[in-house]
């Protein structure tokens, strides 16, 4: 059984930072694309980012470029979300995803795996 645990979420003031870790039991963890998605009270899932399968490869939404950054360690299973100069419109359930791809993609409909979330409050 595949599983993907978030976690690293919580309170931060607005410009503060927060790293969100999922672990992931997939296996080879390498054959798979991560990505991170988030959604907001009354609002959609929206794409995040997406890192490939060797971290050669990452996308972000422009919301979020120059911010947040992505990566993965293959040799522990685990892909990261670094988030820094936080704004209050961050705020949202943070969902890990993975996609058996060696492409990332912003689709939320072509990853196969998804975390239970975690959540993220920036306050004003």
């Known amino acids: 059984q595949v599983q993907l645990v978030e976690s690293g979420g919580g309170l931060v003031q607005a410009g503060g930072s927060l790293r969100l870790s999922c672990a992931a039991s997939?296996?080879?963890?390498?054959?798979?694309?991560m990505g991170w998605f988030r959604q907001a009270p009354g609002k959609e899932r929206e794409f995040v980012a997406a890192?490939?399968?060797?971290?050669?490869?990452?996308i972000y939404a422009d919301s979020v470029k120059g911010r947040f950054t992505i990566s993965r360690d293959n040799a522990k299973n685990t892909v990261y979300l670094q988030m820094s100069s936080l704004k209050p419109e961050d705020t949202a359930v943070y969902y890990c995803?993975?996609?058996?791809?060696?492409?990332?993609?912003?689709?939320?409909?072509?990853?196969?795996?998804w975390g239970q979330g975690t959540q993220v409050t920036v306050s004003s």
């Open positions: 995803a993975g996609r058996s791809s060696y492409l990332p993609t912003t689709q939320s409909g072509h990853y196969d795996y």
């Open positions: 890192i490939d399968w060797i971290g050669g490869t990452t």
């Open positions: 997939v296996r080879p963890f390498s054959r798979y694309t």
